[in-house]
């Protein structure tokens, strides 16, 4: 079997089809709901009645089907319901389960389950009223812990004593049942049971972590005793209850020491071991309650079985054991198989995660300076994918080559590193790392390699091979120009500056920027409004560059006027520079939904850092707990993300009838509400806001329907307006931005405008490739040369972790075009627009990760004609194939 076919039998839930549509699975769980409750009551009101119905056939017909289809049960668990109904009524805090509870969530339930067995014979078997309130009591609770705690680490994945018996019995499906709360993973419980049901158990068995692992194994391996431990005793021994329980203890403990000693001294390893000895105890468990079962059914139908039947129905419970055994251990094949393990080294031997293993014979291995951990890098993987996966932290921003947040420095394995695309090369070159770093982001990487994340040492890094690079006529310099001086720090700012002293050694360069801050990733404030680390990591160039580089910056400086005719900027210090040529970066400010917005003290706008800044310290100091985001654009989602990841409950609005409007066709922005419902983000689309109500402090919005949003804090995402002032002061030509031509000059041919704040047909401001373009159209204008602003492929990208989404040129086909489209069953949708043979619209939504083949062709401008035939059955992975 190979390893892509593994990867398909080892698949997780998001990729298996739902075998009933969501209204189906619902009723069902009510039904189930009621049911429980019935039973609850009937234990309340008819003791020995119920009893009987739930001792006698709930519990066996429960675990029957842990072994045939536990998605089934996942699916309609009455418990998992009430702790999913926070969630799906978007009323869930959805905070993080501490850590110490995380630790301890598995121990908890699995004394609880040995508890619940230990006081069956002695207490549970004849007091319904207890086991009726323990029903209702273990309902309630699973509601507390779905209100508190994000996806089912309240209850399912974590205390519920139920859980360990489906690991047990649940992980080798012999009918495979999607799962159907979790519309978007969450990542709420380690090897979850829910996302990929065949292959968790290789994770729990095998983890790095050796008491984690231990944990699993011991439930496993205890089973055996557990079960004799209660049959073999009578219900109402001659011994007293303490020794009862003693002997239930010693048989637990005897089962374990005896799982142990066959992993010693057999050939059997961890995995056919523990499931060797889960199938004996479900065979221990049907062989004495398969006539209680029937002893039940003849109880409520008067169906009379012979004795022949009777003693047949003790081996019922061999028949699932073998079919369970069968089947596990066939995963395990097909697991190793898709490995490509060799038959001597077992699994036992491996202690990656499932995917590094499948992944195991086609990945290079790369191997992190700094913490000394080596990690596998799989053919469709960036470095950046690879090194998440690994756990190994490193900043990202665009993720599309542009911003540089990500770079590395190659130690060793240089020639292992496919070449870098055009835009990665333009942003080393900036960053002053071609020859010796790399954008995580954007390269794939073909063998062994050593990598540092710490940039300074890209010296040391350098190979011998590398050359500085040939001296070059100053043209500047011939042109007399000597001085430019620079309006703003950002992208466009910088990049026009590192162009110019790239050009030119005699220029001198100065920047003039409003923000205590040296250049930093933009995109990436979402991270200091819930991280810890403020703006550490933000920072995109050392600060000795600047001064390696000659480039004098003047932070905390607001330029307040211009003489044009005398080429002087003034300064709000009332210091005076002149200039040759002004270079106007002056960035945009962010728009506002009405006047009176900003005389609230909660309300604010996410534009840049010391936005974010405030925004958290207001959160901080007033215990804030709801926000509300208006504006459903890209910077409206990934507010909204971030506030999520800040411990708030987020309403995000949108006036339009659908999220990120401009970028997503109607099924993209659907399945991009459904990932944000399952961060517990409420959205409401059409939400024109009309009133602002409150005194000081803003309590609630009235939208355009008459409903009244609340909220304790609001963040304002509703687009952009270019700063002008400076332009409007010296009598430049102003529309919606600063006028400009192709070269990016004024209607004063000294001054310049780039970025945000140049008006540009065709040019969108706000991304970084325009940002870069305008920079390197300005300097070509300096320089007097031909080659003016030429339109990059713009390839816009949500930055949330929980989902990759990505869009691309124009999405409304022509009458000629031709559209392609995703299956509607497919784990991401997709839409392609070609035009005579060419991609000129995309939209991906789908998992992290899954959409890094399209951008890389969408940025590289590949030519599809070679998968067109793949790509219109569906099959995006055929995108492999070029990159």
Known sequence: MSADRASQYFVNYSKIKSRLPVAAWMALRLLTLAATLAIAGLLLTDPPLGLQLFWGLGIPILLASFVIAPGLWRQVCPMALMNQLPRMTHRSIARDLPEWARHWAFGIAVASFIGLVALRAPLLNHRGDLVGLGIIGMLVIAFMGGLAFKGRSGWCGTFCPLGPIQRDYGHAPLVMVRNGFCSTCVGCQKNCYDFNPRAAVFGDIYDDDAAYAGQRRFFMAMMPGTVLGYFLQAPNPDYSEPLRALIFVAAIATSVGFYHAVISFSSLNPFRAANLFACVALAAFFFFEGPTILDTIHHFS???FPNVIVEISRFSGVVLAFALLLRAWENERIFKEGSRLSNQVSVAQSSRSLRDRIAASTAAIVTDNETGTSFPVAPNQTLLDAMETAGITINFGCRAGICGADAVIVCEGHDNFAPPAEDELATLRRLGLEGVGRLACMCRVRGQAVIDRDIKNARQSRPSSATPPERKDDPLKTMGIQKVVIVGNGVAGITVAETLRRTSESVEITVVTDEPHHFYNRMAIGRVLYGRAAMDGLFLLPDTWYAENRIDVWRSTVAVSVERAERNLHMGTGEILPYDRLVLATGADALIPSPDYV????????RRADDAQAVRMWVQQNSARK??????????????????????????????????????????????ARYLASIDVVTRTEAVVTDLQGN???????LKDGTRIEGDIFVACTGV??????ANQCGLDVSRGIKVDNFMRTSDPAIYAVGDAAELPGAIGGLWPVAGAHAAAAVSGMLERRDGYVSPRLLVQLKCDGIDLKSFGDLEAGGTDETIYAKEDAPAWWRLVLRDGDLVGAAFVGPPGSGCDLGRVIQAGMDLRPVLDALRQGQIDALQTLV
Do not use: P, W, Y
């Not at 005389?599 to 996410?606: C, D």
């Not at 000081?696 to 009235?702: E, N, P, R, S, Y």
């Open 599 to 606: 005389r609230f003290s909660n309300t604010f706008v996410l």
């Open 302 to 304: 008067g169906i009379v």
């Open 721 to 726: 307006v270019a700063r002008t002032g400076l």
């Open 696 to 702: 000081g402090k803003l309590d609630a919005l009235i």
């Open 627 to 672: 926000a509300v985001v208006i504006g459903g654009g890209v910077l409206g989602v990934e507010a909204a993300d971030s506030l999520h990841h800040l411990g708030l409950r987020v309403t995000l609005l949108q006036r339009s009838s659908r999220l990120m409007d401009r970028h997503l066709d109607c099924n993209g922005a659907q399945r991009l």
